[in-house]
């Protein structure tokens, strides 16, 4: 009995050693080398293989650019015996998300670990009425009970809209405020129907009520004839490229006596220790958790003093500003105590102005009133010597007239008697001619003695 507790420490020691040195020991997952065999010819053209401790042979894709997550390049789509499925862009999609598990590294990134059991998504969710988050599910762990907390790296949150969008990496929210979005969800716990693992945290029916978008309703059909592409519709069909167990293995797959070196007993210590293992990540986590709530109670303690401080020299500075304000209302009712003493200053001199200005007017309207009395008495004077003038006028243009009338009499009596003395001037002579005619009328009468 006593021999008990130093075996145990022996054994633990060396499984401890067998997983410090991976190029001689086996990998704690079960069938690693397996699995990687059957997809070691189909994966080795879009990424590298890669030896990594307890996984064993892990793949890893490539191409890729930083923050990629695995479930991001592709959309989901509902079918009503597997739930949502996922439906990838890349070729390589078929097997990576479909079969085995996705695990990161610090180091590597992320790395996908084989397996052979077939799932509509190897993932974990989050949800609630206004947000959507799904997360890859991690090796060691039970795939329906795993929750991986809000700093996982593996989760990708979108708004509830997106989700069945065909570019729904272009909609996954950017990796902030994690936290948040973690607080807003809940987390569901998945189930196993008729030996099939079944994706339904919520049905079509409450996505298709709660949203603006209707899913696209599939029937999965996994098809091992589906060649260089990872799935392809085919009405309202989903064909997935799928692989059967029954498969040969590649000529990489380890020999049956290279993999078979370990005995069961052993992988069952490496498996414990591997446990062991996950429980001091655990606790490490939790410890982490720990000092990160402690970390946040100090934040929040700094804060709270931050806002504090931040609060007395907002006051301060109010103080100051009502000080200032003051000091200003006062300095402007100084001004305005000046500007309106000069405006009643100004408008004295206004009213002197115009008080000078009416009598100055005053002077010129009497001035102005003189002028035209004297006006009206020389316009007076003018016309009564005009008056005078123009009677002076008549007065000589009546002498005028009469001096002219009595002219024109004396001139017509004149004009009378030289008429009249020619007419007896006339008379006269014509008696003088009758009386010469009548002397050669008798002439005439007489005969001519020829």
């Given at each position: 009995m006593t021999r008990l507790p130093f075996l145990?420490?022996?054994?633990?020691?060396?499984?401890?050693?067998?997983?410090?040195?991976?190029?001689?020991?086996?990998?704690?997952?079960?069938?690693s080398?397996?699995?990687a065999a059957y997809f070691h010819d189909e994966l080795s053209p879009y990424g590298r293989w890669h030896e990594l401790g307890a996984y064993g042979r892990v793949w890893q894709p490539r191409n890729m650019r930083g923050g990629w997550r695995p479930y991001t390049r592709g959309r989901w789509v509902w079918d009503d015996d597997y739930g949502w499925t996922w439906a990838s862009d890349f070729n390589w999609g078929w097997a990576a998300f479909h079969y085995g598990r996705w695990i990161y590294d610090s180091y590597y990134g992320w790395l996908w670990v084989p397996g052979r059991v077939w799932s509509p998504a190897w993932v974990t969710w989050r949800f609630s009425d206004g947000y959507i988050g799904w997360s890859p599910i991690g090796i060691f762990v039970n795939w329906s009970s795993w929750d991986p907390g809000w700093n996982y790296p593996g989760w990708n949150y979108v708004y509830r809209n997106d989700f069945v969008r065909n570019n729904v990496y272009v909609h996954v929210i950017v990796r902030k405020n994690y936290r948040t979005y973690y607080r807003k969800t809940h987390w569901h716990r998945h189930n196993l129907r008729r030996d099939r693992i079944v994706n339904r945290p919520f049905d079509r029916q409450w996505y298709a009520s709660r949203s603006r978008r209707d899913p696209v309703r599939v029937r999965v059909q996994r098809d091992a004839n589906l060649r260089h592409r990872s799935h392809q519709f085919d009405g309202d069909r989903l064909r997935i490229r799928d692989i059967r167990a029954d498969r040969r293995p590649s000529a990489q797959r380890p020999q049956w006596d290279e993999r078979n070196r370990i005995s069961p007993q052993e992988r069952d210590r490496q498996r414990q220790l591997e446990r062991q293992r996950q429980r001091q990540r655990d606790e490490q986590s939790q410890r982490q958790r720990r000092q990160q709530q402690q970390r946040d109670r100090q934040r929040q303690l700094d804060r709270q003093r931050q806002l504090q401080e931040q609060q007395r020299n907002r006051q301060l500075q109010q103080q100051r500003q009502r000080r200032q304000d003051a000091d200003r209302e006062r300095t402007r009712q100084q001004q305005l105590d000046r500007q309106q003493q000069i405006q009643r200053q100004q408008q004295r001199e206004?009213?002197?102005?115009?008080?000078?200005?009416?009598?100055?007017?005053?002077?010129?309207?009497?001035?102005?009133?003189?002028?035209?009395?004297?006006?009206?008495?020389?316009?007076?004077?003018?016309?009564?010597?005009?008056?005078?003038?123009?009677?002076?006028?008549r007065q000589r243009i009546q002498q005028q007239r009469q001096r002219d009338a009595e002219q024109r009499r004396r001139q017509m009596e004149r004009q009378r008697q030289m008429r009249e003395q020619r007419e007896r001037q006339g008379a006269a002579h014509q008696r003088s001619r009758d009386?010469?005619?009548?002397?050669?009328?008798?002439?005439?009468?007489?005969?001519?003695?020829r």
């Amino acid at each position: 009995m006593t021999r008990l507790p130093f075996l145990f420490f022996a054994a633990l020691l060396s499984g401890v050693i067998m997983v410090a040195t991976p190029s001689k020991a086996r990998p704690a997952y079960p069938d690693s080398y397996a699995d990687a065999a059957y997809f070691h010819d189909e994966l080795s053209p879009y990424g590298r293989w890669h030896e990594l401790g307890a996984y064993g042979r892990v793949w890893q894709p490539r191409n890729m650019r930083g923050g990629w997550r695995p479930y991001t390049r592709g959309r989901w789509v509902w079918d009503d015996d597997y739930g949502w499925t996922w439906a990838s862009d890349f070729n390589w999609g078929w097997a990576a998300f479909h079969y085995g598990r996705w695990i990161y590294d610090s180091y590597y990134g992320w790395l996908w670990v084989p397996g052979r059991v077939w799932s509509p998504a190897w993932v974990t969710w989050r949800f609630s009425d206004g947000y959507i988050g799904w997360s890859p599910i991690g090796i060691f762990v039970n795939w329906s009970s795993w929750d991986p907390g809000w700093n996982y790296p593996g989760w990708n949150y979108v708004y509830r809209n997106d989700f069945v969008r065909n570019n729904v990496y272009v909609h996954v929210i950017v990796r902030k405020n994690y936290r948040t979005y973690y607080r807003k969800t809940h987390w569901h716990r998945h189930n196993l129907r008729r030996d099939r693992i079944v994706n339904r945290p919520f049905d079509r029916q409450w996505y298709a009520s709660r949203s603006r978008r209707d899913p696209v309703r599939v029937r999965v059909q996994r098809d091992a004839n589906l060649r260089h592409r990872s799935h392809q519709f085919d009405g309202d069909r989903l064909r997935i490229r799928d692989i059967r167990a029954d498969r040969r293995p590649s000529a990489q797959r380890p020999q049956w006596d290279e993999r078979n070196r370990i005995s069961p007993q052993e992988r069952d210590r490496q498996r414990q220790l591997e446990r062991q293992r996950q429980r001091q990540r655990d606790e490490q986590s939790q410890r982490q958790r720990r000092q990160q709530q402690q970390r946040d109670r100090q934040r929040q303690l700094d804060r709270q003093r931050q806002l504090q401080e931040q609060q007395r020299n907002r006051q301060l500075q109010q103080q100051r500003q009502r000080r200032q304000d003051a000091d200003r209302e006062r300095t402007r009712q100084q001004q305005l105590d000046r500007q309106q003493q000069i405006q009643r200053q100004q408008q004295r001199e206004r009213r002197q102005d115009a008080d000078r200005e009416r009598i100055r007017q005053q002077q010129l309207d009497r001035q102005r009133q003189l002028q035209r009395q004297q006006q009206q008495r020389d316009s007076d004077r003018m016309r009564m010597r005009q008056q005078e003038m123009d009677r002076q006028s008549r007065q000589r243009i009546q002498q005028q007239r009469q001096r002219d009338a009595e002219q024109r009499r004396r001139q017509m009596e004149r004009q009378r008697q030289m008429r009249e003395q020619r007419e007896r001037q006339g008379a006269a002579h014509q008696r003088s001619r009758d009386t010469r005619d009548h002397d050669r009328r008798d002439e005439r009468r007489r005969p001519t003695n020829r």
